[in-house]
DNA sequence: GCAGTTACAGTAACCGCTTACATAAGGATT
DNA sequence: AATCCTTATGTAAGCGGTTACTGTAACTGC
């Protein structure tokens, strides 16, 4: 048997340029000088013969695999469209490619962790998207990566980039409490590991203690960051009998609002008036909800282009900072009950 | 120079249990009889070691990636998210990775096509993710791949599943026509290449003739899918000067529709009131615009989780059908000027 | 005119697996 | 008892690149 392939390899086009592999090598990555002449040769046939290098080749030879991998726990909100947007942008900017790949905390043993270092050069983690101690372990490894609406346990240090959560949502609570009489105030929140979530929650208590209202925990609802899951739950809630009363809902994550606002019109409650909506991330579809929607704005793609970016940056030995958190805005719109549309 | 590598190989594994690379190896891949005490053995050492494979070094000695590749044009609707989710699980649950690549049909020459044969098992090619001149070469290697919201051109026979275009636009517009009374429905189209938005629009056209209505060209703008050229497009044809006189605007997709809505608006156009608006997707914020919008419901999930399913069945070498097209239905809302949500 | 560079190119040893081929041992078959 | 299977395992040749070493000319500077 000669070869076992009918793929053209770099042999092929050696010989048939009367030059050596090494040198096709060295012209493909531009890591060596060539004389024009040879180099014209190589263009020639290299597309004569439509040569295509074999990525596992390169690979496994050069040991970088010129991926990056997305760990994600879920594809479920329309928030991941900007976000994947702004990552697949500047990776394939870069040449490189993206693997997306959700983490299922009990699929573990069946397989050997689908990315990783031997799949990927480098790591975008997005939240939940991996538990600390897997996060601990590759990062003891040296193994590239940066958290993306994550911040790294204590101990850890390793490039993050998040967004302002805690004073904006304050803020949002305080217009609901000071300039629309809200008191009692449903919190719609997030995965119990979501970290966005948890911090929203704190900017949630401040803004309530800071106005003397005492929080209660039954109008503490998860929604888990997902529009049906978030219906259903305050589906129950007003359903359930018990007949929690509240004035206004705060939920984590637009997507989910959009649950709300539909549990809410089941319910024959009419949205700002009798209780009133405030979401959180500003998606495209915010300002032509009924009633449209009065959020934080976060720059969700700008926070996936940066942390891609401080990704490449550690593969290339860039010097990195660690933390950046980007900042947000209120965007007032009719559910919160204002009138006229406004920034703050 | 003994090992250029720090991480562990299958050498260390097969040294450590006292076995050959060859049994580690039927091991880890099940596809030899291995005595349950080498098994067992093997799984305390490949732990203790956290030995885990080289995924480069296994494509390249199988020639096989275990990664299938997602081409899109952008990744800018909302749409995605969908399609995504339903890729992703199949994907998954069969132990492979997935590489999402958006095509830029000007940076051809920049590298070797970045999904291809050499770093994919098959391709999922959404739309117009790739030009025909391209899909027939792959093609005519024999490439597995199939096609998603797209048929292939007539010479080629690469499987696709789509989605059911022409009747239910056709009765959609009709309902405008027959119901509402419109007459000068403006149409707002996708991507030049997009085959939906043509099918649509021969389902438009469609219905504009059996009604004995003249088609006007000048009713036909382009909003590419997304929200903000839509909005864009229409905010210029309101704003122009000559005035088209219409009664109501199809767009080829809910994301569109955004746009379209927030563009009416801004001109003090009331909807349905003034213009009648309708969409295609049905995309989850659907029922909350303002006013709710009256659109063609698409499986895009079940879209994505059959056409990869079909595409492992070629890999698997399983009997796959030709074209399968998924059906759709209407989903009548306020923004066509009905009062009452309902399924047709 | 000669040692020291520089520019370009070739040889061959890996990278970490898979797998064709070979081997050995223990039945089952006749 | 000789032959044939079957089961479990080992040996070693690739898979298609990259790159550490070498080698050769041509080019420097003095």
Partial sequence: ?????????????????????????RYINRNAPVS??????????????????????????????RVIGLLLSNLHNDFFVPLLNGIEAVVS??????????????????????????NTDGLLIFSDGLVDEDLANLNASGFPMVLVHRTPPPSLSIPSVTVENIEITRKLIEHLIQVHGKRRIVFMR???????????????????????????????????FERDIAFQVLNDFLGNGRQVAFDAVFTGDDDAAIGVLRALHKHGYRTPEDIAVVGFDDLGFAPFLNPPLTTVRAPTESVARIATERLFDILENKPSDGAVVLPTEIIFRHSCGCQFEQKL
Same sequence: chains 1, 2.
């Fill in 1 to 25: 048997m000669t070869r076992r392939s009918d793929s053209v390899t770099i042999y092929d086009v050696a010989r048939e340029a009367g030059v050596s592999v090494a040198t096709v090598s």
């Fill in 36 to 65: 024009a002449e040879v180099a014209e040769r190589l263009d020639r046939v290299m597309s004569d013969l439509r040569y295509v290098p074999h990525a596992a080749a390169r690979h496994l030879a050069s040991r970088k695999t």
């Fill in 93 to 118: 900017k870069k040449g490189y490619n993206l693997i997306v790949a959700t983490y299922h905390a009990n699929s573990r043993n069946d397989m050997p962790a689908p990315i990783g270092p031997h």
């Fill in 190 to 224: 997030g995965p119990i590991h979501q970290e966005d979530s948890n911090w929203r929650e704190v900017g949630y208590k401040s803004a309530l203690a800071a106005n003397d209202i005492a929080f209660d925990e039954n109008l503490m609802l998860n929604g888990e």
